[in-house]
């Protein structure tokens, strides 16, 4: 017997639904008719290429922790979308199947009923908004999906402040080809008044908080990662800007609360070691399998490598390689269930090294340090659940 959780996936991916369609006139109209959940709420919303899941995941740690009702919001998500929505009270709980399914069913009745074509995105979004004001949050942390300005989440008409973390060259057939342009892009989710922390100085980001006359906070990556449970370069950029934030608009929230809460924090497949021998990392672009490359230098310099990488089309695979995989590593490739997923033919003509084609885990060599990354996308097909969570 199917379930309504199944059924209310199917109305998600069988409609021709996941594809992006920026612009804010569509959740906007459906938000309305829902009665403007997004304006009773209190955001800290969230921008940037790479770091802003991490980001996400320290704020609503500590802010839970505190004793702050605190709702989440990020994708993708790796193995179910409830992943993607939920509460700190101060633990980390889905958003149930059953509640999940609800609000997607009413959401698509009600766009359906006033002929608004929502993406899989919008109803996301506009389950998490109703979903967090009807649970009563004291906050929300809020990821963007794509970009800033006409990000679905930037539906929002003020926030507690604005966060923008990394921006590289990602997406760059929507948001610009050049940092400049995609910074202008990120910068749409600050509002007047509101304070943005960065960590870069983009001419565009210092513009736009003049513009709307909201403090600019450049904040310097010199906090110790060494309580934080996450592991990887650039953790110290995005715990430097998680807890300028959280000092600036909760100092109420002691020290020890603080330190307490990063032994906590998870955020899954990110350079999760899920077994002595198995990195599990979504990077997905250039700068983020850099991330990876430094990270591996630094905790496994003498390991000897296996990456079990796939990739979507639309990123700079290529570069991604070039970067990760050197001569004597073992490389498999893995073409995964996304119509925009590579070949194992295209990556192999795209690599300079030998290679293999990628069937199970327990075929890759004993004594190798495994490394599963290219694409979120992926993991769920190859990583049992049991080694994530």
């Known amino acids: 017997m199917i379930s309504n959780y199944d059924n209310a996936l199917n109305l998600l991916t069988s409609q021709g639904k996941f594809y992006i369609n920026l612009g804010l006139d569509r959740i906007a109209k459906i938000l309305d008719l829902l009665g403007n959940p997004q304006d009773k709420l209190k955001c800290i919303h969230v921008a940037g290429t790479n770091g802003k899941g991490s980001v996400c995941s320290i704020l609503a740690t500590?802010?839970?922790k505190?004793?702050?009702?605190?709702?989440?919001?990020?994708?993708p998500h790796i193995f179910e979308y409830t992943e993607r929505i939920?509460?700190?009270?101060p633990l980390s709980v889905d958003i149930s199947k059953d509640d999940f399914a609800r609000y997607v069913f009413e959401i698509c009745k009600l766009a359906d009923k006033n002929d608004i074509h929502l993406t899989e995105f919008e109803i996301l979004t506009a389950v998490m908004f109703k979903y967090f004001s009807d649970n009563d949050v004291d906050v929300v942390v809020l990821e963007t999906g794509l970009g800033g300005r006409f990000d679905a989440t930037n539906v929002i008409k003020r926030n507690l402040c604005a966060i923008i973390t990394h921006?590289?060259?990602?997406?760059?057939?929507?948001?610009?080809?050049?940092?400049?342009?995609?910074?202008?892009?990120?910068?749409?989710?600050?509002?007047?008044?509101?304070?943005?922390?960065?960590c870069e100085g983009y001419e565009e980001i210092k513009d736009k908080a003049d513009e709307c006359n909201s403090l600019f906070v450049l904040v310097t990556p010199l906090e110790d990662t060494a309580n934080l449970s996450l592991k990887g370069a650039c953790l110290q950029e995005n715990l430097s800007l998680a807890l300028a934030a959280v000092r600036y608009l909760f100092p109420q929230i002691s020290e020890e609360t603080i330190q307490s809460a990063l032994k906590e924090v998870k955020h899954p497949c990110r350079f999760q070691l899920c077994r002595d021998d198995l990195i599990v990392d979504g990077s997905h672009n250039p700068n983020g399998v850099m991330a990876l490359r430094e990270s591996l230098d630094f905790?496994?310099?003498?390991?000897k490598r296996c990456f079990v990488f796939g990739c979507?089309?639309?990123?700079?695979?290529?570069?991604?390689?070039?970067?990760l995989f050197?001569?004597?590593?073992?490389i498999y490739f893995y073409h995964f269930n996304n119509k925009n997923s590579c070949t194992t033919e295209e990556l192999q003509a795209a690599c300079q090294y030998p290679s293999k084609i990628f069937k199970s885990l327990d075929n890759l060599p004993k004594d190798y340090l495994k490394i599963v990354c290219g694409s979120f996308y992926m993991l769920s097909e190859i990583i049992p659940e049991s080694l994530v969570h």
Do not use: Q
């Not at 505190?66 to 994708?75: D, E, F, P, Q």
């Not at 342009?181 to 600050?190: L, R, V």
């Open 86 to 89: 939920k509460i700190f009270s």
């Open 299 to 303: 905790y496994f310099p003498d390991r």
């Open 62 to 64: 500590i802010l839970g």
């Open 312 to 323: 979507l089309r639309n990123k700079d695979y290529k570069k991604m390689m070039e970067i």
């Open 66 to 75: 505190s004793g702050l009702k605190t709702g989440l919001y990020t994708s």
């Open 167 to 198: 921006i590289d060259l990602d997406h760059t057939e929507r948001l610009g080809n050049t940092k400049s342009k995609i910074a202008f892009e990120k910068a749409g989710i600050i509002k007047p008044g509101c304070p943005v922390f960065c």
């Open 326 to 330: 050197e001569k004597g590593d073992e």
